[in-house]
């Protein structure tokens, strides 16, 4: 069963800092992985997905890193935000399901 | 605008009495699911359906039913809740089981 692990699960940075969010998982045979930002209370927004033959995938100042052997996945920001302030989580697709991580709460101090 | 979309947003009901949570895509997408939220567990899901008349179990699929008549609805029924069903639902959607998923706003239940 796949399992998924974000690390850290909270982190608070002044605003401007870059940072990187870590997401690992047990079985290399995935379809894709997808990035999600969640704000307080809210759905679920896409921030970036990287199918399996792909190694990284950019848009704006987030930058997702995806080594599948290594089972393991990076999800860069570039120049923080107060307004970048919410959960990340990352997914993992297999053939049928979307397993999780629980997440990382980021803050970010003007 | 493609989008999912869930209703109610808020729910509040007594334990026993049978509660529907609609699920609706415009995006015709074979692909839809279904998902709890509790504090500590993450996301987890209940139950899936590749296509028209084809469900299937997720991980918590005990206390919920679904149904899958149309492409573009997938209803969540509770035919007894109970407080432990209590959380936040999301419904999701994609092209494909393996494409980029869409989620609704979500659906905060309590169940007294």
């Known amino acids: 069963k796949q399992e998924v692990t974000q690390i850290p699960a909270a982190l608070s940075v002044p605003e401007g800092e870059n940072l990187v969010l870590n997401c690992s998982f047990t079985?290399?045979?995935?379809?894709?992985l997808q990035w999600f930002r969640q704000d307080p209370g809210k759905g679920l927004t896409s921030l970036l997905l990287?199918?399996?033959?792909?190694r990284e995938q950019t848009s704006g100042r987030l930058n997702a890193s995806l080594d599948k052997s290594s089972g393991r996945s990076t999800l860069y920001i570039a120049a923080s935000q107060p307004g970048d302030s919410a959960t990340y989580l990352c997914?993992?697709?297999?053939?049928?399901?979307?397993?999780f991580g629980a997440g990382t709460r980021l803050t970010v101090k003007p | 605008e493609a989008q999912v979309t869930q209703n109610p947003r808020y729910l509040i009901t007594v334990t026993g009495k049978k509660l529907t949570v609609t699920c609706s895509q415009n995006m015709n997408h074979e692909y839809m699911s279904w998902y709890r939220q509790d504090p500590g567990l993450g996301l987890r899901q209940i139950y899936y359906?590749?296509?028209?008349?084809?469900?299937d179990k997720g991980d918590v699929p005990e206390g919920y039913k679904v149904s899958r008549k149309e492409k573009r609805n997938f209803p969540l029924i509770l035919e007894s809740p109970s407080p432990n069903q209590t959380s936040l639902y999301f419904c999701?959607?994609?092209?494909?089981?393996?494409?980029?998923?869409?989620f609704g706003q979500g659906t905060r239940l309590t169940v007294v």
């Open positions: 999701a959607s994609s092209r494909e089981g393996v494409s980029a998923a869409f």
């Open positions: 079985d290399s045979a995935i379809y894709n």
């Open positions: 990287i199918q399996s033959s792909q």
């Open positions: 997914a993992v697709q297999g053939s049928n399901d979307m397993r």
């Open positions: 359906s590749m296509n028209v008349e084809v469900t």
